[in-house]
């Protein structure tokens, strides 16, 4: 994956930088969900501070910012991964700590 790819994925939550679960699960090639069982099962390696779920208002908001995003091409809107989430589960945001 290309830096710029990777640097489009960056996003300000919180005021922090963070990547999405589905955007870490593309850049490892793997799916999101087996991202995501891995993390639970290691629970005690991703700290608060390193890893935290979006609140629904966080995640509608940053959905937003990706869509106007996608209009100016500065990145890709959320797509295949997202499309088997359910409605009522945000996505996970790691930190770069």
Do not use: C
Request: net charge positive.
């Amino acid at each position: 994956m290309q830096i710029t790819i990777i640097q489009q994925k960056i996003y300000d939550v919180k005021g922090q930088k963070i990547m999405l679960d589905f955007d870490l699960a593309q850049l490892y090639s793997v799916e999101t969900k087996v991202l995501n069982q891995s993390v639970k099962r290691n629970a005690e390696r991703f700290p608060s501070s390193f890893m935290f779920r979006l609140r629904t208002g966080e995640w509608k908001l940053l959905q937003k910012q990706m869509i106007v995003a996608q209009t100016h091409n500065w990145s890709q809107f959320v797509t295949g991964s997202q499309k088997h989430r359910g409605k009522r589960t945000t996505p996970f945001a790691f930190t770069e700590h």
